[in-house]
């Protein structure tokens, strides 16, 4: 049987290969894909458990080559200089409606309760990885910063930039406390790489890899995502060229 993940990359690649950009350039196209999305969500969260588990995998099945997905190298003047630092005077921001606003250097970070995971990494270009992660959980991170009721949405803050633009995703609340979303710091036994986002990134099992953002600087705490940026969530989710809700 197919399962949902599967359908998704098949369905993906199918559409790129029938020549259909022209019906995603149609705006009333688009529309009625938004529309869907909210339906599958709240539909696949009816019928799935997500708190369940993406499936783990052993170190003898790690990929021998993972590829890195966006951006290789971010060309902006903070990036660059926290690079040639190694990310000593890094900070991770936690803030937004928190009642406890935090700043860690990534050596906290590194120093909080660790998770260890073995999972695959699905990209919607249509290409697939084995990758050992290690990292903070993202629930941790919330709870020690207070989160507040009023938060609905989690927004990653990135430090490069696509067109000018700034790069940022989000997630709600449900995947941001999944057990197996973290902020990696380390890749396959080793501290993170640049082009796998360091000195952070976001991993979220149960999602698509262009939600998994890198070079995360700062997580905001929100009710709404309409205020920020373009609105609709993430950089491609703004460009229109994917849809907020990437759930496998």
Sequence with gaps: ???RRQLILASGSALLLSGCDRLNGNPAFRQVLR???GLTMRAQRLVTDRTALAREYSEADMSPIFRSN???LPDTPDYARHLAERFTNYRLRVDGLVTKPLSLSLEQIRALPVRTQVT?????EGWSAIGKWHGVPLGLLLKGAGLSSRARFVVFHCMDRLGGRPYYESIDLVDA???QTILAWGMNNRALEVPHGAPLRLRVERQLGYKHAKFVERIEAVESLAGIHGGRGGYWE???DYEWYAGI
């Design 1 to 3: 049987m197919i399962d």
């Design 177 to 179: 406390f999944h057990p």
């Design 120 to 124: 695959r990494h699905d990209c919607v």
């Design 238 to 240: 703004d460009s229109g």
């Design 35 to 37: 529309s869907a999305e």
């Design 70 to 72: 966006g951006t290789r």
